[in-house]
Nanobody, 126 residues
Framework: QVELVESGGGLVQAGDSLRLSCAAS????????MGWFRQAPGKEREFVAA???????????DYADSVKGRFTIFRDNAKNSVYLQMNSLKPEDTAVYYC????????????????WGQGTQVTVSS
């Protein structure tokens, strides 16, 4: 069992930056790939970014096209945490952001994630 708690959301202006954090309980955090998803009002939950667990070739990341070059996902296994650094925020980034854990190497598909946090609200004003 893994419990995930997000933090770091808030109200910012377009062009600002935010760093979301996701703290995980349990001693097996490093064995999971982690992802960030978001859900805007009236829209389906969508993939934002994912990071693999440590693999033979290293740690791999993946980003939705809409955030590539602006967002960075990284993890600190010693702190049982995963982060999402969000730069150059746009009003269309407004959503509730969720972190999630999967036993897959990494995935863009929400259904592959077995543990979810409660979410943190990010609001970007124009």
């Amino acid at each position: 069992q893994v419990e995930l708690v997000e933090s770091g959301g808030g109200l910012v202006q377009a062009g600002d930056s935010l760093r979301l954090s996701c703290a995980a309980s349990g001693r097996t955090f490093s064995s999971y790939a982690m992802g960030w998803f978001r859900q805007a009002p009236g829209k389906e939950r969508e993939f934002v970014a994912a990071i693999s667990r440590a693999l033979i070739g290293g740690i791999y990341t993946d980003y939705a096209d809409s955030v590539k070059g602006r967002f960075t996902i990284f993890r600190d296994n010693a702190k049982n945490s995963v982060y999402l650094q969000m730069n150059s925020l746009k009003p269309e980034d407004t959503a509730v952001y969720y972190c999630a854990a999967t036993s897959a190497s990494r995935s863009r598909t929400a259904a592959n994630y077995i543990y979810w946090g409660q979410g943190t609200q990010v609001t970007v004003s124009s």
